[in-house]
């Protein structure tokens, strides 16, 4: 469990006020979801690269310069 954070906070009012507000509060979480898978796309192409930045560095010991 986290801080909560604005985003949260916004659902959790809206959720309340029932309605129209509910239909806002699915349209905030799912546009949050999409903006944390897309981070999360991101640091794996990151991780990807740095995996064979680091491999390169070990398997040619003395012949490339590391990163």
């Known amino acids: 469990v986290g801080a ?3 985003f949260e906070r916004e659902i959790e009012f809206a959720l309340r006020q029932g309605g129209q ?5 699915r349209q905030i979480g799912s ?3 999409a903006d944390v898978r897309q981070r999360v796309a991101d640091l794996r192409c990151i991780e990807a690269t740095l995996v ?3 491999d390169r560095c070990a398997a040619a010991r ?3 310069s590391c990163p």
């Open 31 to 33: 546009d949050k979801l």
């Open 4 to 6: 909560e954070v604005p």
């Open 62 to 64: 003395g012949k490339v």
């Open 21 to 25: 507000c509910v239909a806002q509060a």
């Open 52 to 54: 064979q930045l680091v």
